[in-house]
């Protein structure tokens, strides 16, 4: 085991971090088990933000599992461009929501979806807690939606979203003010990452599912995972899929 990949294991398991806000879907006693499936880190990290934080009227855990290091290298796959784990990370959400009318968030008033608030999510979480945590400046953050079908599946509510994502892959000398906890989490990217005229923070398209419902007041749980746009990368999404949803049941 390579020292950056030990960190990483560590770092994940004391997570999450004191002062970042507490696990409320474990206070509250809701699972969100994210299972190993081959190829990832085999741990699981927990990171919280409150809404202060977060910049948006809910608080939100974040509960996932990235790729492995391989062998001597100095950061995940989750900076490798030939790796299914490009930019992958699965698991679920916890959202508290603070609306004035008291709805959880990816909800109407009356119950019924609100496909536009939930999409919010993904926005901040691959925008700003990941890539501008790994020092992505606001001018590369360019996560939008560009496919969008809504559905069912047993009593999730359901969204197959194919999106655009500004990826984790940066030289060093175009990070802007990175966390120093991302680059313990991640581990740093190869430079032979970058060969072949790569940019920093270049966008992505990667395709995923998000399954959510509200398991208590003003909480909503989300599962799933979001994967390259390629046939290996979505073959990686349906092993993600297939092994979390016996642990996601209703």
């Given amino acids: ?11 994940m ?3 999450p971090f004191p002062g970042t806000g507490e696990n409320f879907l ?8 994210v299972p190993t499936v081959p190829g990832s880190i085999g741990v699981v990290a927990h ?7 977060a910049l948006r009227s809910f608080d939100v855990v974040v509960i996932f599992t990235i790729g492995d290091f391989a062998p001597g290298a ?24 603070y609306k004035p009318d008291g709805s959880a968030w990816g909800f109407h008033a009356d119950g019924s979806p609100h496909v536009a608030e ?4 993904p926005e901040l979480d691959y925008n700003f807690l990941t890539a501008g945590a790994l020092g992505c400046p606001p001018s590369r953050m360019c996560f939008r939606a560009d496919e969008v079908k809504t559905g069912r599946h047993r009593s999730w509510h359901v969204l ?29 990217p190869e430079d032979t990452h970058l060969s072949g005229g790569r940019q920093s923070y270049e966008p992505v398209r990667m395709r995923g599912r998000m399954l959510y419902k ?7 749980l989300v599962w799933g995972g979001l994967c390259p746009d390629t046939p290996e990368g979505q073959k990686l999404l349906s092993d993600v899929l297939d092994a979390m949803d016996p642990l996601y049941p209703g």
Avoid: C
């Avoid at 020292?3 to 294991?9: G, I, M, Q, W």
């Avoid at 990171?47 to 934080?53: L, N, V």
């Avoid at 100095?74 to 929501?97: I, T």
């Fill in 1 to 11: 085991m390579g020292l950056r990949r030990e960190l990483a294991v560590l770092a």
């Fill in 13 to 15: 398991r004391a997570t």
């Fill in 47 to 53: 990171e919280s933000f409150t809404a202060r934080k």
């Fill in 214 to 220: 509200v398991v208590a007041p003003r909480l909503t």
């Fill in 26 to 33: 474990d206070t509250a006693g809701i699972p969100a088990p």
């Fill in 74 to 97: 100095s950061g995940s796959e989750y900076f490798n461009p030939r790796s299914p784990w490009y930019n992958v990370f699965y698991g679920a959400y916890g959202l508290r929501s």
């Fill in 118 to 121: 939930l999409l919010q999510i």
């Fill in 160 to 188: 197959d979203v194919a999106a655009t994502i500004p990826s984790g892959l940066h030289h060093a000398r175009d990070a802007e003010s990175p966390e120093l906890k991302s680059y313990v989490l991640f581990g740093r």
